[in-house]
């Protein structure tokens, strides 16, 4: 038998503007994007490690995270 001992999902998330807003309004709502995601993440209790962070020069956000996988331990991937 196995059990899952510790586990996390890495991902890149590309948080993009929207074509058809204006620049700054669509960079605005770039960003609400972002820290409405970050807050569901810590309303839910989910652990998380935010691994890499840039602005592009078109004002999106791409992050690299490695979260919790469901409510499964996260042994030292966060460390």
Do not use: W
């Given at each position: ?40 993440l810590e309303k839910n209790h989910t652990k998380y490690k935010i691994i890499d962070e840039t602005v592009q020069p078109d004002g999106s956000i791409i992050i ?16």
């Amino acid at each position: 038998m196995k059990r899952v001992k510790a586990a996390c999902i890495c991902q890149t998330l590309h948080f993009m503007l929207k074509e058809d807003l204006g620049h700054d309004y669509g960079v605005k709502l770039v960003k609400k994007e972002y820290e409405n995601y970050i807050a569901g993440l810590e309303k839910n209790h989910t652990k998380y490690k935010i691994i890499d962070e840039t602005v592009q020069p078109d004002g999106s956000i791409i992050i690299k995270i490695r979260k919790q996988y469901n409510n499964s331990d996260v042994g030292e991937y966060l460390d």
